[in-house]
């Protein structure tokens, strides 16, 4: 099953590697990822697209513990 994630991660080095990262070890694998940060803000937007067998409290939840995380949100692709 493919899933959308909308995150709003902190602007450090490395958030991306660490969301990724969970990613894979939770059992889902990317299949698109696009993100963008306002100029003047210390945020970052980034929508990414994975697919799993498992279910989506899987990463969601890991993915909420990350430092780097301010929000996440997960729905099914249709």
């Known amino acids: 099953m493919r899933y959308q994630l909308d995150m709003t991660l ?9 969301v990724l990262g969970t990613t894979e070890r939770r059992g889902f694998r ?19 697209t994975v697919e799993s067998e498992r279910p989506d409290s899987a990463l969601r939840g890991q993915l909420a513990k990350l430092y780097d995380c301010l929000s996440v949100e997960m729905q099914p692709c249709r």
Request: proline letters at 4%; aromatic letters at 4%.
């Open 30 to 48: 990317a299949v698109s990822l696009e993100g963008d940060a306002p100029d003047d803000g210390d945020r970052w937007n980034l929508r990414m």
């Open 10 to 18: 902190r602007r450090a080095e490395g958030a991306l590697i660490r």
